[in-house]
């Protein structure tokens, strides 16, 4: 089973919104992980979009969304979601979920390591 699903994304029309969702397979921890949202356009590295600690007490937001995008940790649904606003056609990528990254301490890092889970990524496709 995929250890991590992602959904929600599809092709919308600039300045239009989608919430993308992501759950994990449910013999992993989903309450113990920090979490988070990248993406990865053509041609272009992946790129973090935004993180959350596990408990939700902390969020980080890379430059590309800042202001157009939420994203919350629903620990009892065991859900995480990416509420995206004000889409852009430079936001077309494929947008990844991930599960059990590393937080910065003192700066606004967040990455995945050798035990972080993977979704398989979700089309984001923004027409101008």
């Known amino acids: 089973q995929v250890p991590v699903v992602e959904s929600g994304g599809g092709s919308v029309e600039a300045g239009e919104s989608l919430r993308l969702s992501c759950t994990i397979r449910?013999?992993?921890?989903?309450?113990?992980?920090?979490m988070g949202w990248f993406r990865e356009a053509p041609g272009t590295g992946r790129e973090m979009v935004a993180c959350?600690?596990?408990?939700?007490?902390?969020?980080i937001y890379g430059d590309s969304m800042k202001g157009r995008a939420t994203i919350s940790k629903d620990n009892t649904k065991k859900t995480l979601y990416l509420q995206m606003n004000n889409l852009k056609p430079e936001d077309t990528a494929v947008y990844y979920c991930?599960?059990?990254?590393?937080?910065?301490?003192?700066?606004?890092?967040?990455?995945?390591?050798?035990?972080?889970?993977w979704g398989r990524g979700t089309q984001v496709t923004v027409a101008s």
């Open positions: 991930a599960a059990d990254l590393l937080l910065g301490v003192s700066d606004d890092s967040c990455e995945g390591h050798g035990s972080s889970h």
């Open positions: 449910r013999d992993l921890p989903f309450r113990m992980y920090n």
């Open positions: 959350i600690k596990e408990n939700g007490g902390r969020k």
